[in-house]
């Protein structure tokens, strides 16, 4: 079955530093590939998504490339705000039909002034 | 405002009370889902209902019994729930999935109904 694995939180970062967060996913077929993010008190929201390999999604200064080969999503940022501070989820669906969307366990960020 | 609007924003009730949540999407969307968020756990779909009709149901307790009356509502009718049932229950919308572009529509969520199960 599908599944998909991010890196375990919290991620606790200084403004204007680097992010990364790992996802990497097991799926039939050509799924699509999405990061949801939530902000405290919100539902999620859809941050980015890329269809097919070798796609980016981007989207607020946060960017992610969907790798085939090593079957990875992984999120960027350049320099992260305090306003990004929420939590972070990768997620996959499979191709036509398929209303099943995937979600990894989230990744919750913290970014300090 | 997301498009997508859940009531109540948080619920407390005991194990033998019987309420609902309801969910309300203006988007035109014609697919509807209920999603359970529990700490520490990956969000878990429980219903999917397409143009009105129930299309997936993951194994949910018969205690949970969802409802569309149209293609804009969806309910969560509730009763005799257990502790381990309090979680943020997230309703979410998109385009009905079909054709060759389905696996990429987009879910629209709301910003969920807090449950707790006294």
């Known amino acids: 079955g599908n599944s998909v694995t991010q890196m375990e939180g919290p991620v606790t970062l200084s403004e204007e530093a680097f992010l990364t967060i790992n996802c990497t996913y097991t799926?039939?077929?050509?799924?699509?590939l999405f990061w949801y993010v939530q902000y405290p008190g919100e539902g999620l929201q859809l941050l980015l998504k890329?269809?097919?390999?070798?796609d980016k999604g981007s989207n607020k200064g946060f960017e992610a490339t969907y790798r085939k080969e090593t079957t990875s999503f992984h999120l960027e940022k350049g320099s992260v705000q305090v306003s990004d501070s929420a939590v972070y989820f990768c997620?996959?669906?499979?191709?036509?039909?398929?209303?099943?969307?995937?979600f990894g366990k989230g990744t919750k960020l913290s970014v300090i002034p | 405002e997301t498009g997508v609007t859940q009531t109540p924003r948080h619920l407390v009730m005991g194990m033998t009370n019987k309420k609902s949540l309801k969910c309300e999407q203006h988007l035109g969307h014609n697919a509807m889902y209920w999603y359970k968020q529990s700490a520490k756990k990956p969000l878990e779909l429980m219903f999917v209902y397409n143009f009105k009709e129930q299309t997936e149901n993951n194994s949910v307790p018969s205690r949970f019994s969802p409802e569309c009356p149209n293609s804009s509502h969806l309910f969560l009718h509730l009763h005799t729930l257990q502790p381990e049932d309090s979680a943020l229950y997230l309703c979410?919308?998109?385009?009905?999935?079909?054709?060759?572009?389905?696996?990429?529509?987009?879910?629209?969520f709301g910003a969920g109904s807090r449950l707790t199960v006294l």
């Open positions: 890329a269809t097919k390999a070798d």
């Open positions: 979410a919308s998109s385009q009905a999935s079909s054709g060759v572009d389905s696996g990429a529509n987009v879910l629209t």
């Open positions: 799926a039939t077929g050509y799924p699509s």
């Open positions: 997620a996959l669906r499979s191709g036509a039909g398929s209303y099943q969307l995937t």
